[in-house]
């Protein structure tokens, strides 16, 4: 009976800084997205370049080649992390200096090219006015009940007025 080996795979891992180079970073192996217990240490003393060595190339449970990633963790302040490559060519985990928020310098304070008095460029424009609403005209009928009855309104009470006066003035 031949003894058969399990097959394992290396993942290496490099740092590169983009900017002013920080201190010591710690990169986390992931298992099929899942984070590991693995993690390594990248810092000048070993060149920013560590490998994650004899990992299991397949998973044991079903046989299916297991993929690794890699993420750093606790990305230092003043820098974005960003990871690129593969677990066969290996991972470059690149921290890119974000530059500090400075204020744009303050322009010189130079006089305006126009005249004092100039009129503006576009003259203010006039709020349109609401149009009316128009009452309808009512028809005309030819009905002069209501002028009719106006004046026979007021005969009678010149004529009532006239009566009082008049009795009045027997007495």
């Known amino acids: 009976v031949e003894d058969e080996k399990t097959p ?3 993942v290496q891992v490099n740092k590169t800084w983009v900017g002013t180079v920080g201190g010591p970073v710690t990169v986390r192996l992931y298992k099929d997205g899942v984070a590991s217990t693995e993690t390594v240490t990248l810092d000048q003393t070993n060149n920013w370049t560590a490998t994650f060595s ?8 079903d046989g299916h080649v297991i993929a690794y990633t890699v993420v750093e963790e ?4 003043g820098y974005t992390s960003a990871v690129s490559g593969n677990q066969t060519d290996g991972f470059t985990v690149t921290n ?8 744009p310098a303050t322009p010189p304070n130079t006089p305006p090219n126009t005249p004092p008095n100039t009129p503006p460029a576009t003259p203010p424009s006039e709020t349109p006015k609401k149009p009316k609403k128009k009452q309808p005209k009512l ?4 009905d002069f009940s209501e002028i009719a009855l106006v004046a026979v ?9 006239l009566g009082y006066a008049l009795k009045d003035r027997r007495k």
């Open 8 to 10: 394992t795979v290396d």
């Open 54 to 61: 004899g990992l299991l190339r397949n998973d044991a449970t």
């Open 74 to 77: 606790n990305v230092p302040t």
């Open 96 to 103: 890119t200096e974000i530059p500090p928020n400075t204020p």
């Open 139 to 142: 028809p005309e009928t030819g």
């Open 153 to 161: 309104a007021t005969v009678g009470s010149v004529i009532t007025t």
